[in-house]
């Protein structure tokens, strides 16, 4: 049976961003409270770049400013209010998006130790970021993962290619997708998911566009537009 999380009411008084999740996180495993939730396993850092207990975060979940408040952030949820969550819950893309969670599990069960290794690499390399000879030790060391990680999902695509295509998401499209991402994650200066690129966003189906940059529904990435 699916646990369940807790609706932070505390959180959402008056004067609180319509757009804030409102869920207690870390989220537990099998969270099914929200109709647009979509897990990812995390690893948090320290401000001093060490790794934490990996979690379950939402991949809809973002960092929102304050306006009201100097340097004050609260969880956004990129698709918007409860209703709009509601509205993505009973979408087509929701429901294609829940069909490549099913298929991916065994990947993130399969590299969940792997992808810790990794964040706690990242934060190896952010902490020695001002010596040169330290940080390059570093990143050749997230690049040896990076290689063994890409050797789990060149498995999981070689398993599953004809499904994945089936439901839009070309298993040529999500390698390039995954190998930009990570070559973008390893060559900044903090941990956070890099932004889908437009030359690798223009790799998928239209109408899939949307599933990887919800943010762009209704408007124009400024190379091309994303179909909702």
């Not at 969880?75 to 298929?103: I, T, V």
């Not at 499209?173 to 973008?184: E, G, P, T």
Request: charged letters at 25%; hydrophobic letters at 45%.
């Amino acid at each position: 049976m699916a646990r369940r999380g807790n609706v932070e009411a505390a959180r959402t008084g008056q004067g609180r961003p319509t757009d804030a999740c409102p869920y207690t996180r870390p989220f537990p495993a099998g969270f099914d409270d929200c109709p647009a939730y979509h897990p990812a396993w995390f690893t948090p850092l320290t401000t001093g770049y060490d790794a934490m207990t990996p979690v379950w975060t939402c991949t809809h979940l973002v960092a929102g400013a304050l306006p009201a408040a100097a340097a004050r952030f609260y969880g956004r949820c990129r698709l918007g209010d409860a209703q709009a969550r509601a509205a993505w819950g009973q979408s087509l893309h929701a429901k294609r998006l829940a069909a490549l969670r099913e298929l991916s599990a065994d990947l993130v069960e399969q590299t969940a130790a792997l992808t810790a290794e990794l964040m706690a690499a990242k934060g190896a390399q952010l902490q020695v970021q001002r010596d040169e000879d330290l940080r390059a030790a570093a990143t050749a060391r997230l690049e040896r993962l990076s290689a063994r990680w890409m050797t789990h999902l060149d498995g999981f695509l070689d398993r599953n290619g004809g499904a994945l295509r089936a439901l839009g998401f070309p298993p040529e499209a999500i390698r390039v997708l995954c190998v930009d991402l990570i070559d973008a994650w390893i060559a900044q200066e903090h941990s956070g998911p890099p932004e889908i690129s437009a030359e690798a966003l223009r790799l998928f189906p239209e109408d899939v566009r949307i599933l990887l940059r919800p943010d762009l529904a209704g408007g124009e990435d400024g190379e091309g537009s994303a179909a909702q």
